[in-house]
């Protein structure tokens, strides 16, 4: 038997904001169409139309294209970035353009009597859920349109009357979902309920919407988040009924908070879009959330795309929710920061220094001087601002050394400024060279580093904790060195 080639799809809905969680899922889908030369569809599902958000398609698809996402079927942008695109022989791709087929599906579950109509008024229903929840009874439809006459209802539609459309779920028995991640998971058809397929405006719910979609596309593979495991049963019944084969299904574990709850807005950022905008680098998310619920070794955390599109194993993925670590986060993307070409970080980083400062090496030096130790570009906003002061305000870091006294800051600072001024330009720009001087001429002068190095790191920083001295001297250059220890001997000799 061939192997029927992977179809995966993304099928977000427009609410304008890509969650985290589902960013993985469409990680995961891009991973698996790689690896076996498959199809990646983007599918855009939008026939909740109060959800609609005017923008929100050409924002998710940027949104994915600054992450290096892009599946090569279906919802796209064109290379002007504002027009939308249908790309693909399975369209459309938009949902809400697919109106007539759902309908036409729903028509066809009606016949089977796999469906039926349902007049019952929102009143009825508010009612309904008062008197379950009074004896603690699930809530759920009742059934109480489930055995009108088929004829009788069919008059009323035609009459107009107001009406949906539910599933006409099994009352007995279990239904069985195969899913990739968790293996068989049976629900007792009893709890499941007559879910709304089509609703009044006639546009149908996500839960036939999708299927048929799923089904038309020819997906092989359904990965969604787990909060979907629930409504399994209602799926696997649609494709049934319709005597469809029904893809795979593989359900992503949730995305936790650090104290297990499932991630919220109130515990820290849950979309893509804050944590691209904040300056997450789309390898490190790749990489962080790639390896949330899936690590193909043990002792490995950081993978190429490469490598974990190629090591991704489906079945492998946890059942568990995983926790959003964000100290892991912020390690891998120090880390791939750091793996940055020295034009590629400095196009990240240099925005982020004052843009009035017009001495363009200065700011490259600054910039190549935090290097290591950035998580984000933009903490090199705050760790920089002394450098671009006028004057230093030494009042709050001590310029003398423990217990020693300010006399001897000021000969230490005086005698620092003669050796640096011997040294040329170029040199002073070369912090191995900067370090070298110094630490033979404090040798020399039999004085100790501590005693020598503090007041000097001080004066240059105006800091408790900063870079060490010699990478100040080679920041600044020479004379704003010198200019900087001029301040501070004018302050102590106050
Ligand atoms: N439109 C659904 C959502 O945005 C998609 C779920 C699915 O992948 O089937 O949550």
């Known amino acids: 038997m061939t192997q029927k080639r992977v179809r995966v799809r993304a099928a977000p809905s427009p609410t304008g904001f890509i969650h985290v969680g589902n960013l993985r899922t469409f990680i995961y889908d891009d991973f698996l169409a790689k690896q076996s030369g498959g199809d990646f569809v983007l599918r855009i599902e939008d026939t909740d139309q109060e959800r609609f958000v005017p923008g929100a398609i050409e924002k998710l698809i940027l949104t994915l294209k600054r992450m290096g996402i892009e599946p090569n079927e279906g919802v796209w942008l064109a290379d002007d970035d ?21 309908q036409e599906v729903a028509k066809e579950l009606l016949a089977r009597d796999k469906a039926y109509y349902c007049f019952c008024t929102e009143e009825r229903l508010g009612e309904m859920r008062k008197l379950q929840e009074a004896a603690h009874q699930p809530t759920g439809y009742d059934g109480h349109c489930r055995r009108i006459d088929k004829i009788e209802a069919e008059k009323r539609v035609a009459a107009g009357e107001e009406h949906v459309i539910r599933l006409k779920m099994p009352e007995e028995g279990a239904a069985v979902v195969n899913d990739i991640i968790r293996g068989t998971v049976k629900f007792d058809w009893k709890l499941v309920d007559d879910q709304v397929i089509v609703k009044k405006d006639g546009m149908a719910t996500y839960h036939l919407a999708a299927m048929v979609d799923d089904h038309d596309m020819e997906i092989t593979h359904i990965l969604r988040g787990e909060e979907w495991l629930s409504s399994a049963p209602k799926h696997v019944f649609i494709f049934e009924a319709m005597g469809w084969e029904a893809p795979a299904f593989a359900h992503v574990p949730l995305i936790l ?35 949330l619920g899936y690590n193909p070794k043990d002792d490995q955390e950081i993978y190429t795309r490469e490598e974990l599109t190629r090591l991704f194993d489906l079945s492998k993925v946890n059942k568990a929710g995983a926790i959003f670590n964000i100290e892991k986060l912020n390690w891998l993307n120090n880390h791939y920061l750091r793996q940055k070409s020295e034009a590629d970080y400095l196009a990240l980083v240099l925005p982020h220094l004052p843009a009035e400062e017009t001495d363009a090496d200065l700011k490259r030096r600054v910039a190549l001087l935090f290097r290591e130790r950035l998580v984000l570009p933009s903490e090199i906003t705050a760790l920089s601002t002394f450098i671009f002061l006028t004057h230093l305000d030494y009042s ?30 170029t040199d002073a720009l070369d912090v191995s060279k900067v370090e070298t001087t110094i ?56």
Do not use: C, M
């Open 82 to 102: 504002k027009t939308i695109v249908q790309r693909g022989d399975h369209g459309p791709y938009i949902q809400s353009e697919r109106k007539t087929r759902h």
């Open 439 to 494: 630490k033979s001429k404090i040798v020399e002068k039999g004085w100790g580093n501590g005693d020598t190095l503090w007041p000097l790191r001080v004066s240059l920083s105006g800091l408790d904790k900063s870079p060490s001295p010699f990478e100040l001297i080679a920041t600044y250059g020479k004379n704003r060195a010198l200019a900087r220890i001029d301040d501070a001997l004018a302050y102590l000799l106050k």
């Open 396 to 425: 709050t870091a001590s310029l003398t050394w423990k217990d020693r006294t300010k006399d001897e800051a000021i000969e230490r600072l005086k005698t620092a400024k003669a050796w640096i001024s011997e040294l040329s330009d």
């Open 257 to 291: 908070n650090p104290d297990r709850s499932k991630l919220s807005k109130r515990q820290g950022d849950v979309f893509a879009e804050q944590y691209l905008d904040k300056g997450y680098l789309p390898e490190a998310l790749i990489n962080f959330l790639a390896l």
